[in-house]
């Protein structure tokens, strides 16, 4: 079974520019997670999408980022304008999403896409 | 809002010991999950461990086991017989059983596996 798939791998930009980052989940999975971490954090949840609708997006800075995720399969984040402190991992993550058990909530992560704001 | 709590910044233990990695989270709630993931150099989360808070049970994996400590709101990981694959960070996380699901992570604990 294909993982969660990321790209690219790496960015840099300068700042005040804008940057775009794609996802796509494990096939079947209906829940996709975006995180940021910060060099020396943990990850932190930018936005959570069920299938095509927004289920938690209280963290994304929504002046600058937005995300989508049209036909409920993969999904793009971008940034823009970025700033010095966007620099960071951008991890995305899917799950089956249903109710029917923990297991089958549990999230599997991609690569993560490294980010260098200048 | 939910909180976890990873004191020890950084551990190091010899190639086939044991070392303990240290987890505490703050929550009203009474049902959730508590997760233990690594994150390698190559920045992949893996996942090492679940563990329900509705079982009493400790969760183990192979090598991998945790102390469960619900009233004290603990989860600590313990790596048996460590190998040089095992150096990593590892991070401790807590989902919620309802809601957005999302992991609240903490800051993470460097192993460093001495050969």
């Known amino acids: 079974e294909a993982g969660v798939a990321q790209s690219p791998r790496y960015k840099i930009i300068e700042k005040r520019q804008s940057v775009a980052f794609w996802c796509n989940p494990i096939?079947?999975?209906?829940?996709l997670y975006w995180y940021q971490q910060i060099l020396g954090q943990g990850p932190k949840l930018l936005i959570q999408?069920?299938?095509?609708?927004?289920?938690?997006d209280s963290q994304l800075p929504k002046d600058r980022f937005s995300a989508e995720r049209l036909k409920g399969v993969d999904s793009t984040l971008k940034i823009q304008p970025a700033k010095l402190e966007d620099s960071a991992v951008y991890l995305c993550?899917?799950?089956?999403?249903?109710?029917?058990?923990?297991?089958?909530?549990?999230?599997?992560f991609g690569p993560g896409t490294r980010l260098l704001v200048l | 809002a939910q909180t976890v709590t990873q004191s020890q910044p950084e551990m190091s233990v010899q190639e086939a010991e044991t070392v303990t990695l240290s987890c505490t989270y703050d929550t009203s709630e009474s049902d959730y999950y508590l997760f233990w993931y690594k994150q390698p150099p190559s920045r992949q989360m893996i996942l090492v461990i679940r563990q329900e808070a509705y079982k009493q049970q400790n969760a183990t994996e192979n090598r991998f086991s945790v102390n469960f400590q619900k009233a004290a709101k603990s989860f600590s990981l313990k790596i048996s017989d460590s190998q040089l694959g095992d150096a990593a960070m590892y991070f401790c996380a807590y989902r919620t059983q309802g809601g957005s699901e999302k992991l609240v992570f903490g800051k993470g604990t460097k192993l460093t596996v001495n050969p």
């Open positions: 993550a899917s799950s089956l999403g249903d109710h029917s058990g923990s297991a089958r909530k549990t999230q599997y």
């Open positions: 096939s079947g999975h209906a829940t």
């Open positions: 999408f069920q299938n095509n609708g927004v289920v938690d």
